[in-house]
């Protein structure tokens, strides 16, 4: 019997299949979804961080974060001092605030951890092998180590060579490539690096291009960064028969084909259906259409101007009387 394989099945889970026998080769074995993302760990405003020009430098701006339309997306983070393992010098942590000098725990993920950190595949690609200190800063993380408990006054003596460890951005874990360049039991390790603080799949999308979806739960209520005038603004073409997101409009002019569904437009609104019908306190309770087209189980409390021909079919109700 074949043991398993553990190179094997990193590499097949890398490449989209399943890892099932040793004894069969990387064709054989079948494609499928081996990675297991939480909403969480998509960032939805990546297109948001800044691929040159960073934004902050220096102690001043340390903490100080890049807003877009009034949104966090980065964070800076000034030669942050990092907390070690309890083990050895190894492995070392990025929390905030920082843990004992004595170290941490490194088998649990201790609460005060960091995590989504931006690396260089944000930036351009000229600015890849820059550090977020360099004169024209990239995302590059620099790390420094030194007996000085005062970041301030470290220097490029005490810069710690790309080589010699290796950063997680993601997790926020530092590691020492070897026992010979880690950091000695009086040495303190810093390092300014940009943080990702934007929004994640869980906590709010941001969408460029456009969005279909066969079905929409919520009435529009929460709906946030609307301009006031929207509320006035004309809406062309078609719009499904689940048009709910329109109910707090309060002036608008819709033309072309407005088919709504039972409650898909509730609450005072006035405005315009294709041929010119201008309504008042309007509360539509099934499928309606206005202006040359069809009225369905209608229920109108305010004054009401149609211009083009009506075509009612079920009870059309004016001020409690019915027509």
Do not use: C
Request: no cysteine; proline share 3%; glycine share 10%.
């Amino acid at each position: 019997m074949a043991s398993l394989d553990k190179e094997k099945k990193s590499s097949r889970l890398l490449a989209s299949r399943r890892y099932t026998h040793d004894v069969l080769n990387d064709s054989q074995e079948a494609f499928t979804e081996v990675l297991d993302l939480g909403a969480s760990e998509v960032y939805t405003q990546a297109h948001l961080i800044p691929s040159s020009s960073l934004p902050h430098s220096g102690s001043s701006q340390n903490n100080s974060t890049h807003n877009v339309s009034g949104m966090p997306i980065t964070k800076y983070w000034y030669r942050h001092k990092l907390t070690k393992s309890n083990l050895n010098n190894e492995a070392w942590f990025f929390l905030n605030p920082a843990g004992s000098d004595s170290g941490i725990g490194a088998q649990l993920i201790d609460s005060d951890q960091q995590t989504n950190f931006i690396s260089p595949k944000y930036s351009l690609p000229s600015l890849s092998n820059s550090t977020t200190e360099d004169a024209t800063p990239g995302y590059l993380a620099i790390v420094y180590k030194s007996t000085s408990t005062d970041s301030g006054s470290l220097d490029g003596s005490a810069i710690v060579s790309t080589n010699d460890y290796v950063f997680d951005y993601k997790t926020g874990v530092l590691q020492f490539n070897s026992s010979t360049v880690d950091p000695s039991d009086s040495q303190y390790v810093y390092m300014t690096v940009y943080q990702y603080v934007g929004t994640t799949a869980q906590t709010g999308l941001d969408v460029s291009g456009a969005v279909t979806a066969s079905y929409f739960k919520g009435d529009g209520s929460g709906l946030t960064g609307l301009a006031a005038s929207y509320t006035q603004e004309d809406i062309s073409g078609s719009l499904g028969p689940n048009a709910n997101f329109i109910r707090n409009l309060t002036e608008a002019k819709i033309s072309g084909s407005a088919p709504f569904t039972a409650a898909g437009i509730s609450g005072s609104w006035q405005g315009q259906l294709s041929q010119s019908a201008t309504i008042g306190n309007l509360t539509v309770t099934g499928t309606s259409k206005i202006g040359n087209q069809l009225l369905e189980d209608t229920q109108l409390t305010g004054s009401v101007k149609i211009t083009g021909s009506l075509d009612v079919q079920g009870v059309f109700i004016i001020d409690g009387g019915t027509f």
